[in-house]
């Protein structure tokens, strides 16, 4: 159980364009979702925590503008890079923890690799 | 405040060798303490979990890792390497509470030698 589905699992795509990653979790509901970047041989770094139903709370040096997120059901939220850049390429990695389970741990999707062009 | 170190970035060790992965905490509450680990190109999964209830804990893959407050330690072992433990591990940490966020330290590269 608590599988969480990340698509898609690469992307390659123009400066300029925006790109759209999906996260959902596939047999549990999460009011919060989490987004982390991670680039080469580093760490993850929390980007914003998704809030099914309001606004994302992003971390300090996040672009909101840039870095729309969208959490519309218990199951789902949606990073979108707008206007992509060389330097947003890198890899993406959402997050969610199921209410269910005690003390329960986060879940992670398999990630994104976004190359922008 | 919540931080993890993970001391060196890179751990090479013979198959069938121990394997420890260090990793010291700060926090200003009692932590929750995890161990993950990535293989190339994807996410992250779950070796292990404190949460603050037996401070030695048994995760998958014959990885245990042994909660020591009075170290501000959670160090990650497995008696013997095997040549699939190849990977990056990160130690994280977090407070209690569903939406608590999760803290990472830089990583740790694991080589198996043959």
């Known amino acids: 159980g608590a599988v969480v589905s990340q698509h898609p699992s690469w992307v390659i795509c123009k400066s300029g364009t925006s790109v759209k990653i999906e996260c959902r979790s596939l047999?549990?509901?999460?009011?919060?979702m989490f987004w982390y970047r991670q680039f080469p041989k580093q760490s993850l770094m929390l980007m914003a925590t998704s809030n099914e139903g309001s606004k994302a709370t992003y971390e300090q040096g996040v672009e909101k503008d840039k870095f729309l997120i969208n959490h519309a059901s218990l199951t789902l939220s949606t990073l979108t890079v707008t206007s992509a850049h060389p330097e947003d390429s890198s890899f993406y990695i959402c997050s969610a923890m199921p209410g269910w389970e005690k003390n329960s741990p986060l879940h992670f999707g398999n990630g994104t690799r976004l190359t922008v062009t | 405040a919540q931080s993890v170190t993970q001391l060196g970035s890179h751990v090479s060790v013979s198959e069938g060798a121990l394997v420890l992965l260090r990793c010291n905490y700060s926090?200003?509450?009692?932590?929750?303490l995890f161990w993950y680990v990535q293989y190339p190109n994807q996410g992250l999964q779950l070796l292990l979990k404190?949460?603050?209830?037996?401070?030695l804990v048994k995760g998958i893959n014959g990885f245990e890792a042994e909660f020591k407050k009075s170290e501000t330690s959670f160090h990650l072992t497995k008696p013997s390497a095997h040549m699939s433990d190849a990977a990056e591990y990160f130690c994280a940490v977090s407070g209690a509470g569903a939406n608590s966020k999760l803290t990472f330290g830089k990583g740790i590269t694991l080589s198996v030698r043959p």
């Open positions: 404190y949460t603050s209830a037996a401070t």
């Open positions: 926090s200003s509450v009692p932590p929750y």
């Open positions: 047999d549990f509901q999460a009011t919060t």
